[in-house]
């Protein structure tokens, strides 16, 4: 899904790997123009990160996040290559880069630089930690960040230690704030002509999402600690195994918790002593649980959801992603789109103009595809 509500707007790309390219593939998604400048020796990492395409060798992960954007290969030190990028600073409304603090300042393209040139630009810095504090000048991976930021603390098995969130949640999510910074500081110089400095750090942005882990820390001392499957908030809330295969279910609050009994058969669980309150069935979830999970797996998985469903109870599956990719629901929501070869997951952004929604998507260029056309263009 490509809305066009960027249509006028050119971004000049300057970052690799996956936080800023996924950034820039939110703005191209939506309209913009992006020119992806990328280094003469192979150009971005990712391009070189498995798995490949075992027609062409081209990384998917790469392909992955690069869809809608011009690849222009130019020398960040070579005096000519550096008169066309600052020819299309003059045209651009925004500049993204993911360089380690003062890299770009010594390119002589840092935010000062840039807004001697142009002077209302928005200009996105993302890095693992920042451009202030201690630990600025520190790489930021996304593991790194997510041990550092508590994450991995109340993310886990209950029974075992802290574990790494499945995907590179930091990585992500900071192309996502970044994202989200780089539209506030447009909506500012929308609203006043003055250009905008985003400084996003992957460790901000992983903290800021853990509000209540934090808040009960600071107010009442207390330390989150993993709860694996299970929601810590709630019980039963969480995956429970069937006789062939798991289903989630979410029990909050007292009238969920009878429609829950009822849907098992056990409803003389509804008022016991040690589970009728939502405090008493957290201070003795295990007792719960060693009553719940033998009845849970005596049926299928498909059969349980008819159960639940019919009785009011939320629940749902746990789909790998081929049975997701196949969900009606993602078919109908268009969030499997065609980029050229590849078929990429959608925009989840769904803005909707004059009745419709506009549907457009370029598939991920070859380094140095446009070089010559934007070199022409901007000499």
């Not at 971005?44 to 011009?70: C, Q």
Request: charge should be neutral; include cysteine.
């Amino acid at each position: 899904m490509r809305n066009n509500v960027f249509k006028d707007l050119l971004v000049l790309d300057f970052t690799q790997s996956l936080a800023g390219p996924y950034c820039t593939m939110l703005m191209a998604n939506n309209g913009a123009r992006v020119i992806k400048i990328e280094r003469i020796d192979g150009g971005d990492l990712l391009r070189g990160a498995a798995p490949f395409d075992p027609e062409d060798n081209i990384s998917l992960f790469w392909a992955s996040v690069n869809s809608n954007k011009e690849s222009c290969v130019l020398d960040l030190k070579n005096p000519d290559d550096l008169i066309i990028i600052k020819n299309i600073i003059k045209k651009a409304d925004v500049v993204v880069e993911n360089f380690r603090p003062g890299v770009m300042d010594r390119l002589g393209l840092g935010y000062k630089d840039v807004c001697a040139i142009k002077p209302d630009i928005v200009y996105t810095s993302i890095s693992g930690f920042g451009h202030t504090g201690p630990l600025a000048k520190m790489p930021g991976f996304d593991l790194v960040g997510q041990g550092i930021s508590g994450m991995m603390t109340v993310n886990g098995d209950l029974e075992k230690d802290e574990g790494r969130v499945g995907f590179p949640i930091g990585d992500i999510t900071s192309g996502m704030w970044a994202y989200m910074a780089t539209i506030t500081g447009l909506c500012h110089r929308f609203m006043t002509g003055e250009p905008s400095y985003c400084d996003i750090s992957m460790l901000d942005g992983l903290f800021a999402m853990l509000p209540a882990e934090v808040l009960n820390y600071t107010k009442a001392n207390k330390l989150a600690h993993p709860s694996g499957n299970h929601d810590p908030c709630s019980t039963p809330f969480g995956v429970i195994k069937t006789s062939d295969g798991a289903i989630i279910v979410a029990v909050l609050g007292g009238k969920l918790w009878v429609s829950f009994c009822e849907a098992i058969g056990r409803t003389n669980l509804i008022n016991h002593d040690l589970f009728k309150t939502s405090e008493l069935r957290l201070l003795h979830r295990a007792d719960l649980s060693a009553i719940v999970r033998p009845i849970i797996k005596t049926k299928t998985t498909q059969e349980w959801v008819n159960i639940f469903t019919n009785a009011g109870v939320p629940n749902g599956l746990v789909n790998n992603i081929k049975d997701t990719c196949e969900l009606p629901q993602i078919e109908a929501r268009e969030m499997l789109v065609h980029s050229g070869k590849y078929t990429v997951a959608g925009n989840p952004i769904k803005i909707e103009f004059n009745g419709k929604i506009l549907c457009e998507y370029n598939p991920p260029e070859k380094l140095g595809q446009s070089t010559a056309k934007i070199k022409t263009e901007f000499k």
